[in-house]
């Protein structure tokens, strides 16, 4: 596969000019752009450009508002609410960061409801900034069905991502952004794309049979949740943080209002900031927990949370970041088409 190699700038803008050319505003625009130049950046590729497709289909459509303006309400001391207009979540999110972690610091612990949005990126890009603040966070959002529950035949839950992050004073914290199906639908898509096998244990095809071939995952088939009924678990309880809590469509109820034009459906997500200073241990919390990360650290082939997404990021500041050719020519299509 031919690549070519882009600076994060670089990705931005080109994000930024497909956007703006389909009916984004500058503000959505730059919001979005930072998001899919830091999956790049830092090697998420099946977060990043690949996803162009979907956000340009949905803006075309009109079914996601290009020009929203999300509104941020305190609704509580300890709760946050941002409407996101109908638009894309990065906007959404960046304008309740600040209120969600001022809410936190002062009651130790808060929670941001996101409704409204159109959520198709990764987490991990919306959880390290609050852990860069000094707070440990949480994130979840649902999609659509593409997930069988443990012990059922067909789909019910979305993809259900969700986002740790924990502070660690002068260092990057540390992230985790998983699904909890067997493997992101995003990544089945690029298997796809590229002609390679999935493992075994990945999902089922339409007729509910276990496959490797990423396309029959695609083709009416499903993913499968990781760990069985514990990821199956896990699955559930986002959904209900997800939509019980906020009032969004289940990834149900996503997929029957959804107008399937291959972009994100209509949504929520739910966050939580918590102040490790205010849960009396304010002078030993950090060095606690640094000489536990640091015991893990050690554990020869222990796997550390991000640590290739640190290093993808240093790569990509040297070396520029590898970009599809297929995957670039697209994007120049989508600008060039909607002139």
């Not at 497909?18 to 959505?28: E, K, V």
């Not at 035949?153 to 979305?158: A, D, N, Q, Y």
């Not at 699904?179 to 794309?193: C, D, F, P, T």
């Not at 991000?306 to 970009?323: E, F, L, P, T």
């Amino acid at each position: 596969m031919s690549e070519i190699t882009m600076t994060e700038k670089q990705v931005q803008q080109l994000v930024e000019d497909c956007l703006t050319a389909n009916g984004c505003n500058q503000d959505n625009a730059a919001a979005l752009g930072r998001t899919i130049a830091s999956a790049e950046r830092d090697g998420s590729a099946s977060h990043g450009l690949f996803r162009m497709p979907g956000y340009i289909a949905s803006l075309r459509s009109g079914k996601v508002n290009g020009t929203a303006d999300p509104k941020v309400t305190r609704i509580s001391p300890a709760v946050v609410k941002v409407d996101g207009d109908h638009g894309y979540a990065p906007l959404a999110l960046e304008k309740g960061r600040e209120a969600l972690i001022e809410a936190a610091r002062e009651n130790g612990i808060a929670a941001m409801a996101l409704v409204n949005v159109h959520h198709f990126a990764a987490l991990w890009v919306e959880v390290e900034p609050i852990a860069e603040a000094g707070l440990a966070a949480m994130a979840f959002t649902t999609y659509k069905p593409a997930v069988v529950p443990a012990g059922a035949k067909t789909p019910l839950f979305g993809t259900n991502p969700m986002c740790f992050g924990w502070p660690r004073g002068d260092k990057p914290p540390l992230v985790f952004d998983q699904a909890s199906a067997s493997m992101a639908r995003g990544e089945v898509m690029i298997a796809a794309r590229d002609g390679h096998a999935v493992p075994l244990g990945t999902g089922v095809d339409a007729d509910g049979n276990p496959t490797t071939e990423p396309q029959k995952i695609i083709d009416g088939g499903a993913l499968l949740p990781f760990g069985g009924h514990k990821g199956s678990t896990i699955a559930m309880m986002i959904e209900l943080l997800v939509a019980g809590l906020t009032g969004m469509d289940f990834s149900y109820e996503a997929q029957k209002n959804d107008n399937n034009d291959g972009g994100p459906p209509n949504g929520g997500e739910f966050m939580l900031a918590i102040d490790p200073n205010r849960f009396g241990d304010a002078e030993g919390w950090l060095n606690h927990s640094e000489a536990f990360l640091e015991r893990l650290a050690a554990m020869e082939g222990a796997h550390m949370p991000g640590n290739r997404r640190y290093a993808n990021r240093a790569k990509s500041a040297v070396d520029g970041i590898m970009v599809s050719e297929k995957v670039h020519a697209s994007c120049i299509e989508f600008i060039k088409s909607a002139s």
